[in-house]
């Protein structure tokens, strides 16, 4: 089994940044593919990046692409998300997800059944 605890939302004003970071535990992540979504209140949950175990492939949705980046440090099995250039319609609960499929290479996952294992999520606010 593996958990994943997120940390690092908060409350951020309209331009400024964040960093999320998610912490694994109960097993290394360091061969699945992770994933960062997304849920406001009344939507569905969305998709925002994922990145390959290698950390050499990313994939980031268009709304937040060029503004988000998503790293890994897999020496200390934790995947990091940086927000940059915040806007209002980013704020929701924020989740990371590992997708138990190890040394996976293949094209990256942006929908929530490909992964297994979720965090409890951690709300991002952004103030205009």
């Known amino acids: 089994q593996v958990q994943l605890v997120e940390s690092g939302g908060g409350l951020a004003q309209a331009g400024g940044s964040l960093r999320l970071s998610c912490a694994a535990s109960?097993?290394?992540?360091?061969?699945?593919?992770m994933g960062w979504f997304r849920q406001a209140p009344g939507d569905e949950r969305e998709f925002v990046a994922a990145?390959?175990?290698?950390?050499?492939?990313?994939l980031y949705a268009d709304s937040v692409k060029g503004r988000f980046t998503i790293s890994r440090d897999n020496a200390k099995n934790t995947v990091y998300l940086q927000m940059n250039s915040l806007k209002p319609e980013d704020t929701a609960i924020y989740y990371c997800?590992?997708?138990?499929?190890?040394?996976?290479?293949?094209?990256?996952?942006?929908?929530?059944?490909?992964?297994?294992?979720w965090g409890q999520g951690t709300q991002v606010t952004v103030s205009s």
């Open positions: 997800a590992a997708a138990q499929k190890p040394y996976y290479s293949g094209s990256l996952f942006s929908t929530p059944r490909m992964y297994d294992y």
């Open positions: 109960g097993r290394t992540i360091r061969s699945y593919p």
């Open positions: 990145i390959r175990y290698s950390g050499d492939s990313t």
